[in-house]
């Protein structure tokens, strides 16, 4: 009987959201005439929350959890109660269920280059890119602020806005932040965590919040990474000078190694009269001739930097030494195997015995002393 179907409708009511999806925030719950039955059971997961909106207003928040919804622990007039309007009740009621989760995974990027001035190369444009994770803190803020009536709000609609937050806040805190660009890789976890706890004040208002915030890469202008890479090439070849001859030799050697190359004969022929005119100023035999002055003979090397040493004693210290005074020590008793020696570039004190310029002075031995 449809009546009776009807009534058995009114008392018989389950209320509950399994999320299927990976980005819907938002979810309403559908129900004919938007009426919530007298004693209809609430079911709010973990990583869920519901907001009760009567009449147009938020009633209520549920957290995870089982609910009984009656008029003895709700502010909502059921439909039972009203018996005069044919069980239609004229206070109509919704429930949204939000999604408390972490919505993870989510990319930003700077849309432009963001500019600041470097300490070590001045004015320089730099872009970034990486991932954001972000949750609802606050459903009836989030729910006033953003998302009103829309009966399925996904993460889509408002990812836009929060991207536009986060890259305003990264320029922000990159600029002041003063690091060198060659020194932000070493820093991207606590730039990330910087820029995470002042992008989570300012979504605060929204109801939103954003526990992670990654940074995968801060990159240069293409032009300004060649010149980087060109400097850098540049401190690993060292002596510039030797690498232009030893490039230029190598190019040679290759042209001329190369069949039927008009480029290999020429620098072959090149390289054959610069051997004979090189011949020629050495004169017959190799001798140079007389009327060549001879190349000045470079000066002699500098001495060598004799080490000098310091003894220590019972507690205290005494030097330096040059080695010929050790060696005197040593014939005196006065220097041991097992006395503590230290000179310049040493690490630390040694014995004596295991310094091998002094080791030398213990086991040199007199020669014998000539007959009487």
Same mark, same amino acid.
């Not at 007298?38 to 147009?56: C, D, I, N, P």
């Not at 806005?161 to 922000?172: A, L, Y």
């Not at 400097?231 to 001329?256: I, Q, W």
């Given at each position: 009987?449809?009546?009776?179907?009807?009534?058995?409708?009114?008392?018989?009511? *389950?209320?509950?959201?399994?999320?299927?999806?990976?980005?819907? @925030?938002?979810?309403?719950?559908?129900r004919q005439g938007h009426a919530i039955?007298?004693?209809?059971? %609430?079911?709010?997961?973990?990583? =869920?929350?519901?907001?009760?909106?009567?009449? &147009? =207003?938020?009633?209520?928040?549920? /957290?995870?959890?089982?609910?009984? %919804?009656?008029t003895n622990n709700m502010p909502v007039m059921t439909t039972l109660q009203h018996w005069d309007h044919g069980f239609r009740s004229p206070f109509k009621s919704e429930i949204y269920f939000i999604a408390t989760r972490r919505f993870t995974? +989510?990319?930003?990027? /700077?849309?432009?280059? *963001? @500019? %600041?001035?470097?300490?070590?190369?001045?004015?320089?444009? %730099?872009?970034?890119? &990486?991932?954001?994770?972000?949750?609802?803190?606050?459903?009836?803020r989030f729910m006033t602020e953003i998302v009103g009536t829309d009966g399925e709000f996904t993460m889509d609609e408002i990812s836009f =806005?929060?991207?536009? *937050?986060?890259? =305003?806040?990264?320029?922000?805190? *990159?600029?002041?932040?003063?690091?060198?660009?060659?020194? @932000?890789?070493?820093? /991207?976890a606590d730039l990330g965590k910087l820029v995470a706890n002042e992008i989570s004040a300012?979504?605060?208002?929204?109801? +939103?919040?954003?526990?992670?915030?990654?940074i995968e890469n801060i990159s240069l202008p293409p032009t300004v990474e060649a010149a980087l890479d060109k400097r850098t090439a540049m401190g690993m070849v060292g002596d510039l000078d030797r690498y232009t001859r030893y490039s230029a030799a190598e190019a040679m050697g290759t042209a001329a190694a190369t069949?039927?190359?008009? @480029?290999?004969?020429?620098i072959g022929a090149g390289m054959g009269m610069a051997m004979g005119q090189t011949m020629a100023q050495a004169g017959p035999w190799g001798a140079r001739p007389a009327t060549q002055p001879a190349a000045p003979m470079a000066p002699p090397p500098p001495p060598p930097v004799e080490h000098v040493w310091h003894i220590a004693e019972n507690g205290q210290t005494s030097?330096?030494?040059?080695?010929?005074a050790m060696g005197r020590m040593v014939t005196e008793g006065r220097l041991t195997r097992q006395t503590h020696v230290w000179t310049q570039g040493q690490d630390g004190w040694l014995r004596a015995e295991d310094v091998t310029e002094l080791a030398q002075l213990f086991t040199v031995m007199p020669p014998p002393p000539p007959a009487a």
């Amino acid at each position: 009987m449809p009546f009776f179907d009807f009534l058995s409708g009114e008392f018989i009511d *389950v209320i509950h959201w399994v999320d299927d999806t990976r980005d819907t @925030m938002v979810w309403r719950f559908e129900r004919q005439g938007h009426a919530i039955k007298y004693g209809a059971k %609430l079911t709010v997961r973990e990583g =869920q929350a519901a907001v009760f909106v009567h009449e &147009g =207003q938020i009633a209520d928040v549920f /957290t995870p959890g089982l609910y009984m %919804l009656e008029t003895n622990n709700m502010p909502v007039m059921t439909t039972l109660q009203h018996w005069d309007h044919g069980f239609r009740s004229p206070f109509k009621s919704e429930i949204y269920f939000i999604a408390t989760r972490r919505f993870t995974d +989510l990319k930003w990027g /700077t849309k432009n280059p *963001v @500019m %600041l001035r470097d300490p070590e190369f001045g004015p320089v444009r %730099l872009r970034a890119y &990486g991932t954001y994770s972000v949750r609802v803190s606050d459903p009836a803020r989030f729910m006033t602020e953003i998302v009103g009536t829309d009966g399925e709000f996904t993460m889509d609609e408002i990812s836009f =806005q929060v991207r536009n *937050v986060i890259v =305003q806040e990264f320029s922000r805190a *990159v600029a002041a932040s003063g690091i060198p660009v060659l020194d @932000m890789a070493a820093n /991207t976890a606590d730039l990330g965590k910087l820029v995470a706890n002042e992008i989570s004040a300012t979504i605060a208002g929204y109801g +939103l919040n954003l526990p992670e915030l990654y940074i995968e890469n801060i990159s240069l202008p293409p032009t300004v990474e060649a010149a980087l890479d060109k400097r850098t090439a540049m401190g690993m070849v060292g002596d510039l000078d030797r690498y232009t001859r030893y490039s230029a030799a190598e190019a040679m050697g290759t042209a001329a190694a190369t069949p039927n190359s008009g @480029m290999g004969a020429g620098i072959g022929a090149g390289m054959g009269m610069a051997m004979g005119q090189t011949m020629a100023q050495a004169g017959p035999w190799g001798a140079r001739p007389a009327t060549q002055p001879a190349a000045p003979m470079a000066p002699p090397p500098p001495p060598p930097v004799e080490h000098v040493w310091h003894i220590a004693e019972n507690g205290q210290t005494s030097g330096p030494f040059s080695r010929a005074a050790m060696g005197r020590m040593v014939t005196e008793g006065r220097l041991t195997r097992q006395t503590h020696v230290w000179t310049q570039g040493q690490d630390g004190w040694l014995r004596a015995e295991d310094v091998t310029e002094l080791a030398q002075l213990f086991t040199v031995m007199p020669p014998p002393p000539p007959a009487a």
